[in-house]
């Protein structure tokens, strides 16, 4: 048993690692080709990883099934949707140097997502989910009322997207990765129009002319599944508690990154802000550490 803990918590925290350092780090490395055609790679070669990962694990089967049930294949479509809506914004996150933004989206999508249980799936509220709920709200039309240009209009939209996506996959059970396929593969159509006209217009960074880049750029793609299947893997070894509480690490690295290397803007009124929301979210984990 503690085995099996101990690998979870450690996959769970790689993966959350990943996605708050290593994914950073990497998508503003490659920012400079331009937020449209990097998301249009990490769209592609998403879908190119996951077409490799379900053929080693000869998942085609589930695939196939998923096909067969018009309901799943629905839910999928406005998934996909929203999960485009994720990457793009948060891409375009980290390109224009607002990935403090960023990290307050995630840090109060679990947050969100709490209330959502509540308001689609009448999931029980106790007071300390409600005051932190209260809270994240209390800090968002702070931001407003004091000054609506520090409103982080960007985490908000990552916050949301993320919060729905994760609502509507409740609504089918359907495996991560399968399901992320099917996701990629509706969006791929659209991936591709947009790097023809990119191409034809002679805006693409990705070229043979410049092999080293283009295979940097492929990259896009296991950089965006390999922490889904490291954090995913340890849910299911460790359970969604203490994997809700680990996720945190994803949201305080991008806010560390963001301030002390990247030197991003940080006013008084959105660090007032970010004081309220990580009350919040204090309260939050503590929920969850005494629910475990």
Request: with cysteine.
């Amino acid at each position: 048993m503690n085995q099996h803990f101990n690998k979870g918590l450690f996959l769970t925290s790689l993966g959350s690692f990943w996605w708050g350092f290593i994914g950073v780090i990497y998508f503003e490395y490659v920012s400079f080709i331009g937020h449209i055609e990097l998301v249009v790679h990490r769209c592609l070669w998403t879908a190119a990883m996951l077409i490799i990962t379900t053929s080693f694990f000869s998942k085609w089967h589930i695939f196939f099934k998923i096909l067969k049930n018009k309901k799943e294949l629905f839910f999928l479509f406005i998934s996909g949707f929203l999960i485009f809506i994720n990457w793009a914004v948060w891409i375009y996150a980290v390109a224009t140097n607002r990935i403090i933004d960023a990290s307050f989206g995630y840090f109060i999508m679990p947050i969100i997502s709490v209330l959502l249980g509540y308001v689609f799936f009448k999931e029980n509220l106790n007071k300390k989910k409600i005051l932190s709920i209260f809270l994240v709200l209390f800090s968002i039309f702070y931001l407003i009322f004091f000054n609506l240009k520090s409103l982080p209009y960007l985490g908000l939209i990552v916050a949301l997207s993320w919060a729905f996506y994760n609502l509507v996959r409740k609504k089918i059970n359907v495996d991560t990765d399968i399901g992320l396929l099917i996701e990629s593969l509706y969006i791929l159509p659209f991936a591709v129009v947009s790097f023809y006209l990119i191409s034809v217009n002679g805006f693409n960074d990705f070229n043979f002319s410049n092999i080293g880049l283009s295979l940097f750029l492929i990259l896009a793609g296991p950089m965006t599944v390999i922490p889904l299947f490291l954090y995913v893997r340890g849910v299911e070894l460790i359970g969604l508690g203490p994997t809700g509480m680990i996720f945190y690490i994803t949201p305080t690295l991008q806010f560390i990154l963001g301030y002390f290397y990247y030197n991003e803007p940080f006013s008084i009124t959105k660090f007032v802000s970010f004081i309220i929301i990580w009350i919040a979210v204090i309260i939050y984990l503590k929920d969850l550490y005494e629910k475990n």
